[in-house]
């Protein structure tokens, strides 16, 4: 029996690298690189979209206490709230959620914070605006 070597060239190892690539570095912030048949296609006009939750609430990872959607919210106000503004009071919450180009929604909900409290957490400001926390921590 002949061994020979199983090793391509480097041009077929550039072409074969290529030919996976978009399945290798996923879809990411910046689109899928894969090509366009490789992607999933979307719902019909009279489908439901696609869900992590198709049953409507998810069976593991929300804290007792929070619902899903709760969970989902409150992350929701924490991308537009920065460590940067923490801790800090009504005024300097809003002005950092502008500053991050938070939704008018989430605007008006931190406008309706009471004046001269200070918030060390996302948390604390989601207890504030009187929504619900975890009521237990790992």
Excluded at 108 to 136: I, M, Q
Aim: avoid cysteine.
């Amino acid at each position: 029996m002949e061994r020979g070597s199983s090793k391509h060239g480097p041009r077929l190892d550039e072409q074969m690298s290529q030919e996976v690539a978009g399945l290798v570095q996923g879809p990411g912030t910046g689109g899928s690189r894969a090509e366009e048949f490789r992607e999933p296609e979307p719902a019909g006009e009279d489908q439901p979209g696609t869900t992590t939750a198709p049953a409507g609430e998810l069976r593991s990872g929300a804290p007792k206490g929070m619902s899903s959607r709760d969970v989902e919210d409150r992350s929701r106000l924490g991308r537009f709230i920065t460590m940067a503004a923490l801790p800090g009071d009504r005024e300097t919450l809003i002005a950092n959620a502008r500053e991050n180009q938070a939704p008018a929604d989430l605007i008006e909900e931190l406008e309706r914070l009471p004046d001269g409290t200070r918030y060390r957490t996302v948390s604390e400001v989601w207890a504030a605006l009187g929504h619900k926390n975890e009521t237990t921590r790992w």
